[in-house]
């Protein structure tokens, strides 16, 4: 039989860990010893498991009072240790004994170094850990794979003055003669590698809050706790919600919430010690917007829910991964919505979440929800748009066909029957079949085993509606016969009377007998992952219908056709007439979409002569909104106002070009920078970027020194974020030198360059500047790539994409494959768009 190379035998297995790790911070190193208790399933004279970047000194098996010792061989490529016994050893457990050393690294994954300035202005370090997918094995050997299961228990030998932190409770700790002590921490349930996790530095942690019995800290560096009350709110309130949403008790025995200086993630769900970078956990709520505060609660509900789906119960392989990930984002939106319904958080879902997944499965390029994971580079790969995005798309659609309370009974009796061990999707659809009576199962695989997604085109006929589904491309291909099983909801007026009915269409074709159709809504509450293209005249009845329908349903309209402007099935002057249609609009996160549209329109399809014309149509389009709300934030008024209000100055500054709105913005971005809490928070952030949009030299660095030196992480990133958006071209570059020569941090230098490159007037400067710096750049940590990547489709000058296409052609990124074939599809795309749709968009100005 021929061995997966990257699978591991399973001859042998692990029991329990128990590890003691010493970090020694100075020199960047540490060393370790563990006893694994393993399981011998059939007799073999060798082990064979994960180790990447450790040096092993010694290996030794002990089993009834008998110890032999092992021949270390260690294949780099596989990221494995061979251990070979001089004799064959018979199935039972014994217990193996290791010895080993290691480097922290400055990679963000495994166990690495980061260092940081105090609030006292002195540089700290730090140890902590990333080990998803599959870097476990970096800190220690093990069986690194997420179906081998064990018990973990876990000493970390740290300086007295460090804390030190883990899954599990402190439960010893011994003062050692040289100083240093050995804190001990409870046994972990039995759980996967990629789920243990330790933190050694300068931190700070808050008392306790006892949840139910479960204590909940939260833990920043020292001198930020004054940052952390609305993390602890949202921890409370999420671990209670979630807790009874799925009717099964926490599973650990606490839960500490961790901010790490330098994190390339968002965040990590190991098992009570869940790490965050310091923007999703810590903010100061007086000077933080409406989306930074989110940011938070919805990163504290995603995590939380991973320790129960995801930690509890695990899937079996990282091809199942969206089974982590899909629902744990898709139940940060329940605990989000529960905690904040004012927000009106499944209608930014679908404004700012799903676009995310419905670019990229646009794409011939893309891939199913499930497919095949080989390598570690392939498993770091599935953490895109279509595990997070399109998987909560599709639990939300199918809950939403079900019924809400069907949906959660199967998801607890699935947790409940696989509790502490993996499944597979099957075990998941097996579950909501039961409590539904639905084939979800037999509807779903058509979503996950199939990339793309459809879209529904919908027509009057003499005897009702016709309903025809085919593949929605951003390069149509008419070739393409994929089909699925689409759980409908559809509403509307027939005959003068209200209709609604839910279906499931399985055929490429659907027809709906109905009388004197004059309205129909075909994705009823806005929850379908497809797009619909209505024949004109039903098209003009939801336009005209525009006040009574539903918002999601209003959103989608808008949504959709900006998608159908980009595939070239609808006229980018089209679209700008019916965004008018809008400029009443009351929601932020539909204005959002209106001028999302825009903003491309803007950027890909307007040039220098037509831009003064373009600015007028914008204030035409937002003046009566930003009239409406002016400058003053008012008492009462919803946080969502208030985020409009500053959408609203910053399309007037940013696409409208407005001079009196430039001004204004220049001096109140001038009164935040001098005193964060002179300026409501949503005027300030747009302020900031109307600012740099217009600025200049002495802008750009007053924002740099600021960057340095303020502490609050949602300020930082505010200023990250304008840094980007200057549009003078020695500015762009050095924005692009600053990323990558260390004065911007290692987490933010990718996410950084990506936002340069999409600069509106020279991001082909920014690439010119990446492509002179491609060596540094390839040095950054490898699983923020895609971050950078995720700029180019942005560059739709016909010469500049000419020479990316070419440079990919021949330089490759292994970390980024599938990235840089997507990017470079929407790319091709935007080029065809400009190509197209720029003579209009001019006509249509004129």
Request: hydrophobic fraction near 45%; include cysteine.
């Amino acid at each position: 039989m021929v061995e997966n190379p990257h699978r591991l035998p399973r001859s042998v297995v692990p029991v329990r860990y128990d590890l003691a790790l010493t970090p020694d911070l100075e020199n960047a190193v540490f060393s370790g010893q563990e006893t694994i208790l393993v399981d011998i399933v059939e007799a073999t004279d060798e082990f064979v498991l994960n180790a990447h970047e450790i040096e092993i000194q010694d290996a030794t098996l002990s089993r009834g009072g008998e110890e032999i010792s092992a021949e270390v061989e260690i294949d780099a490529e596989k990221q494995r240790a061979r251990l070979r016994f001089s004799r064959s050893l018979e199935p039972g457990q014994a217990e193996l004994k290791l010895t080993f050393t290691g480097v922290l690294g400055d990679q963000l994954v495994g166990f690495y170094k980061s260092t940081f300035t105090d609030t006292e202005g002195h540089e700290q370090a730090i140890a902590t850990t990333q080990f998803e997918a599959t870097d476990a094995r970096r800190a220690f050997p093990c069986w690194d794979e997420p179906d081998l299961k064990a018990v973990f228990g876990i000493t970390l030998i740290v300086p007295g003055d460090l804390l030190a932190v883990s899954n599990g409770p402190e439960v010893a700790r011994e003062t050692r003669t040289d100083g240093e002590v050995a804190v001990r921490f409870a046994d972990t349930m039995k759980m996967s590698t990629y789920l243990v996790a330790f933190s050694v530095g300068p931190f700070e942690a808050t008392k306790a809050e006892d949840v139910d019995g479960v204590p909940v800290r939260i833990i920043a560096p020292r001198g930020k706790l004054d940052l952390a009350p609305f993390a602890m709110e949202c921890a409370q309130f999420c671990l209670r919600f979630l807790r009874d949403y799925y009717e099964i008790p926490y599973p650990g025995l606490k839960v500490d919430h961790i901010a790490i200086p330098d994190f390339a993630f968002g965040a990590m769900e190991n098992l009570g010690l869940i790490t965050y970078r310091e923007t999703a956990l810590l903010v100061d709520t007086t000077t933080a917007s409406q989306s930074e505060l989110l940011r938070i609660l919805d990163v504290v509900g995603h995590e939380l829910a991973h320790m129960w789906f995801g930690d509890l119960v695990t899937m079996k392989w990282w091809d199942g991964i969206w089974l982590n990930e899909a629902f744990a984002s898709f139940m940060e939106f329940k605990a989000t919505d529960a905690m904040r319904p004012q927000w009106k958080r499944w209608l930014a879902f679908a404004a700012e979440d799903r676009p995310w997944a419905f670019g990229v499965d646009a794409l011939a390029a893309s891939r199913p929800v499930e497919f095949e994971v080989g390598s570690p580079d392939e498993a770091n790969e599935m953490f895109d748009a279509l595990t997070y995005g399109k998987g909560s798309s599709l639990l939300r659609m199918i809950e939403q066909y079900i019924g809400e309370e069907a949906f959660r009974q199967g998801v607890g009796n699935y947790l409940r029957r696989h509790a502490y061990s993996n499944t597979v999707t099957a075990d998941l659809w097996a579950g909501l079949n039961e409590a539904s009576g639905e084939p979800v199962g037999e509807i779903m695989n058509t979503w996950l085993y199939q990339r793309g997604y459809p879209q529904l085109e919908v027509a009057r006929t003499g005897n009702g509606v016709k309903i025809s589904q085919r593949r929605f491309l951003t390069i149509p291909d008419e070739s393409d016969s994929t089909l699925w099983k689409i759980p409908l909801q559809i509403r509307g007026v027939a005959g003068g009377r209200a209709f609604e009915q839910k279906t499931l269409m399985t055929e490429e074709d659907l027809q709906i007998p109905l009388d004197d159709v004059e309205l129909v809504v075909a994705n009823a509450g806005g929850h379908g992952f497809f797009r619909v293209l209505y024949s004109p005249e039903l098209l003009d009845a939801l336009i005209a219908a525009l006040p009574e329908l539903e918002d999601l349903e209003r959103f989608t309209i808008i949504n959709d056709a900006w998608a159908f402007v980009e595939s070239g099935q609808l006229s980018a002057a089209d679209y700008l007439r019916l965004a008018e249609t809008y400029r009443h609009e009351g929601e932020q996160a539909i204005w959002g979409a209106v001028l999302g549209g825009v903003a491309a329109i803007g950027h890909h399809l307007v040039d220098d002569e037509d831009r003064p014309a373009f600015a007028k149509w914008v204030a035409s389009l937002v003046g009566p909104t930003f009239q409406q709300l002016g400058w003053e934030a008012q008492e009462g008024e919803s946080d969502l106002t208030r985020r409009l209000r500053g959408q609203i100055i910053g399309a007037m500054g940013r696409l409208a070009d407005d001079p009196a709105v430039i001004a204004r913005c220049r001096q109140l971005a001038d009164d935040a920078l001098d005193d964060p809490h002179a300026v409501d928070p949503e005027i300030a952030r747009a302020s900031l970027f109307v600012t740099a949009a217009h600025g200049g030299e002495s802008e750009y660095r007053r924002f740099f020194e600021l960057y340095k030196k303020i502490t609050a992480p949602h300020e930082q990133q505010r200023l990250l974020l304008a840094l980007a958006t200057f549009d003078d071209p020695d500015l762009v570059s050095e924005t692009i030198t600053a990323s990558l020569d260390g004065r911007i941090r290692t987490q933010d230098s990718a996410w950084v360059i990506g936002a340069t490159l999409g600069n509106r007037v020279n991001g082909g400067v920014a690439w010119k500047q990446l492509r002179k710096s491609w060596d540094t750049f390839v040095k950054l940590p490898t699983m923020t790539h895609r971050r950078v990547i995720e700029g180019l489709p942005s560059l739709s000058r016909p010469e500049v994409a000419a020479e990316i296409e070419a440079f990919f052609a021949e330089t490759p990124l292994p970390h980024a494959t599938k990235s840089i074939a997507q990017n470079l599809e929407r790319l091709r795309a935007n080029v065809e768009m400009r190509t197209r749709e720029a003579k209009a968009v001019h006509e249509f100005l004129a």
